[in-house]
């Protein structure tokens, strides 16, 4: 008897062990098992197994398993069939594959392998755990003791005013010297220390009141029926529920999850940002109570392993999380559904790349259940299945609550409107008017701004350099939050005062263009007595956001000005203007779906608007009044913004009519990363003859990040096959060492 058994190393086959006498008859597929790699002792997963010695080997030198974890195997056949899928559809190693799937606590601690026992305790050791979490202190606001503060101690307090209250444990890996600082502000009487329960259990920590079904709307009801007779024939079948912000998807879901449990049925949810939509998983714990995983980056990995394991024992049905939670071992499952389809999160941008949205259509095909992609602006890769006909549209055309309607748009065109009274040029005199309006009516607005920091970039004075990182072929952005500093948003790299320019060594700057934190400045200056607040990945990391969201429900903030994190599915009921205050920004990417996150990104914001009665106004500001993104979207004309981009797409040979592989190959060596992208590309040429294209070699627009120089090849065809068939060849070619090179299948990131 032999198992094929996938170990976690970055190689693309799995290997064969023999299984010994005494293990036989219980190892089974899925099981976890320790075996010898090399010199290493490893964990590995049983995939397969066979009466037949693997080709042509010896079987007498085959190596024995050296152990068995697992009676019952760690992941259900269903999920193991899925992995393995997956594993070949990304060209991805199967070992790799099956660590997103392995919660870590499952799939480490070799050592005590032996030790069953180890999981169960760790388990009960950390139910309930308390952390030590830092509180501003608003009470005392003595200028003096905080005129002391320098450093680090003055940076943590103005993060804990802007994010709230944070774990020490996460605020040391912010502050060098989270610790002192921390005891410092508290003997100063500016912080507190206090106990609190771990943010693991954040999403469940308060109560909330169980509702019941509401009575749908006829959309809702059709909605509803269609999958409710999907989930009973017990046939796998996909849907795309297209419902305008604020249609009542949510409630969509709910129902049919209520109908899938009483089915026996188990269920997956999958959101763009489990850490920015903890109102869904109320909602869910309204409506299911508290018998729901919800699995998240904030867990450790204990408790994921706890939750995991809750589900692999179907003691929970519902899983709700990112991504990730793609992989969740519910059992017997029913239905999988996708919030906000369109969003580019789902696509995972390293190691094992993935996109969670196509690949939950793979997973419910397989086990036979409902897939539902919802979203007010549908990707156009969802789009062209439901005209091919392997995906069935479902229509909510309107908002749910009555009287609720969309906002009015009204486009401000930068060519030829200049700034308001701020003086900043995105705070345009229209938008300025419209702020004051609402600050007049005690309503609140939201300000969204995809640039992070003060301002995102400087130019040499001089000789007109930008001033790059030294790491990465990126221009240095400006913060101003803690004093100023410069960063680069791709690797690590910050400086706290400007490096001498390049090419004539003088350090004076301009500082160009305009982000965030240089918006929030302007506001602040302009309009006096305003509560205005800001939300992006600098003052909020992870849950942190949802304590700035909660200040702007409870009414403490005027006006919210942020990057994407604020066009996500808030439901912000007072919310009355929207602006969008460049909306050319996503448009300028190098990348063939520039469109289509443009014209979804400010369709997503502008729902924001006006949610709950009142009309809501949206102000969108451009460049490019008449780009087929900006007025479709300014229309709110999804159709007539589908037809524009499809047609596009076909002629420029883009998906959904063409499938993409991208090829990356970076070197610390620019020369050896260029001769190696040659040499694929010649390769890939070769063996696909005219069945595909290639593509380049050309530096990637991100020619270097993390001092390596990148180059990149497409290969395109309108078949999979072909874009396969080079693939496997690549993997045959030998390269220099220092290379890497990573294959990316249906690639969303172009950079
Ligand atoms: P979406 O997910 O499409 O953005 P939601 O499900 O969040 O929409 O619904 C928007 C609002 O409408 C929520 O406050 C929700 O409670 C409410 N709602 C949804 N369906 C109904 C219904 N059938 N009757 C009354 N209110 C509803
Ligand atoms: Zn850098």
Request: net charge positive.
């Amino acid at each position: 008897m032999f198992a094929l058994v996938a170990v976690p190393v970055p190689l693309g086959r799995a290997f064969s062990y023999a299984i010994p006498e005494h293990l036989r008859g219980h190892v089974a597929a899925g099981a976890r098992v320790l075996c010898e790699f090399g010199r290493r002792k490893l964990l590995g997963v049983v995939l397969e197994l066979s009466d037949e010695p693997p080709a042509g080997l010896d079987p007498a030198k085959v190596k024995p398993l050296l152990g068995l974890l697992d009676d019952e195997p760690a992941l259900p056949a269903e999920l193991l069939r899925f992995l393995r899928e997956l594993a070949e559809y990304y060209l991805a190693p199967i070992g790799e594959v099956l660590r997103l799937a392995l919660p870590s606590v499952e799939r480490s601690q070799v050592e005590s392998a032996q030790d069953r026992e180890l999981f169960d305790q760790a388990g009960v050791a950390t139910v309930g755990a308390m952390q030590q979490v830092a509180v501003a202190r608003g009470d005392v606001a003595d200028p003096e003791t905080e005129r002391k503060l320098r450093g680090q101690a003055k940076e943590l307090l103005t993060a804990l005013r802007e994010g709230g209250p944070q774990a020490i444990t996460t605020l040391t890996e912010r502050f060098t010297n989270a610790r002192s600082a921390v005891k410092r502000l508290e003997q100063l009487g500016l912080a507190l220390i206090e106990r609190r329960a771990r943010e693991a259990d954040r999403f469940f920590s308060e109560a909330v009141e169980r509702d019941v079904p509401k009575r749908l709307n006829e959309h809702q009801q059709a909605a509803v029926e269609a999958l409710e007779d999907a989930l009973a024939t017990g046939a796998s079948k996909s849907f795309l529920l297209e419902g305008v912000t604020g249609s009542g998807k949510t409630e969509v879901y709910l129902q049919v999850v209520e109908a899938c449990l009483k089915l026996s049925g188990g269920v997956i949810v999958l959101v763009p940002e489990i850490a920015l939509t903890p109102q869904l998983v109320a909602r869910f714990r309204a409506r299911f109570g508290d018998a729901i995983a919800v699995l998240h980056s904030g867990l450790s990995d204990v408790e994921r392993s706890r939750m995991w394991r809750s589900l692999r024992e179907g003691r929970v049905a519902i899983a709700i999380g990112a991504r990730s939670a793609l992989f969740a071992p519910v059992r017997d499952l029913k239905l999988i559904c996708v919030d906000e389809e369109h969003d580019g999160s789902f696509k995972q941008e390293e190691g094992v790349r993935y996109n969670a949205r196509d690949m939950a259509m793979l997973r419910a095909h397989r086990a036979g259940a409902v897939c539902v992609l919802g979203s007010a602006t549908p990707s156009l890769s969802s789009e062209a299945l439901v005209r091919k006909q392997r995906i069935e549209r479902l229509i909510l055309p309107q908002r749910a609550i009555v009287g609720a309607v969309l906002p009015d748009v009204e486009v401000v065109n930068l060519r030829n409107v200049g700034a308001g009274p701020s003086g900043n040029r995105l705070i345009s005199l229209p938008l300025h008017r419209e702020l004051e309006r609402v600050l007049s009516e005690k309503r609140q607005a939201i300000l969204f701004l995809n640039r992070r920091g003060f301002a995102p970039s400087l130019i040499c004075e001089v000789c007109g350099t930008v001033a790059e990182c030294p790491n990465c072929s990126v221009a240095l952005t400006m913060h101003r939050t803690h004093g100023d500093q410069l960063r680069c948003h791709y690797c690590d790299f910050t400086s706290p005062s400007a490096l001498p320019c390049t090419q004539c060594k003088m350090t004076r700057y301009a500082l160009e263009g305009v982000g965030t934190e240089r918006v929030e400045k302007a506001l602040v200056d302009a309009f006096a007595g305003a509560k205005i607040a800001r939300l992006d990945r600098d003052v909020a990391s992870g849950l942190k956001s949802e304590a700035i969201l909660d200040r702007m429900r409870a009414g403490e903030v005027d006006i919210l000005v942020g990057t994407q994190m604020v066009t996500k599915g808030h439901d912000l009921p007072n919310v009355a203007l929207v602006g969008v205050l460049n909306a050319d920004a996503a448009l300028s990417l190098p990348d063939y779906q520039a469109s289509e996150r443009t014209f979804s990104l400010i369709v997503q914001v502008a729902g924001r608007a006006g949610r709950a009665g009142t009309r809501g106004k949206v102000l969108i500001q451009t460049r490019n009044p008449e780009h087929p993104a900006i007025l479709h979207a300014c229309s709110h004309d999804t159709r007539a913004f589908v037809e524009y981009e499809l047609s596009e797409r076909r002629e420029a040979r883009y998906p959904p009519y063409y499938r993409l592989l991208m090829v990356r190959v970076d070197c610390a060596d620019p020369g050896v990363a260029e001769r190696t992208a040659q040499q694929l590309a010649a390769v890939a040429r070769k063996v696909v003859g005219s069945a595909a294209e290639v593509l380049g070699p050309s530096a990637a627009p991100l020619a270097r990040l993390k001092n390596r120089h990148r180059y990149r090849c497409i290969l395109r065809s309108p078949k999979r096959e072909p874009l396969y068939r080079a693939a496997h060849a690549l993997g045959q070619v030998k390269v220099d060492a220092r290379v890497r090179i990573a294959l990316d299948v249906d690639p969303v990131s172009m950079l």
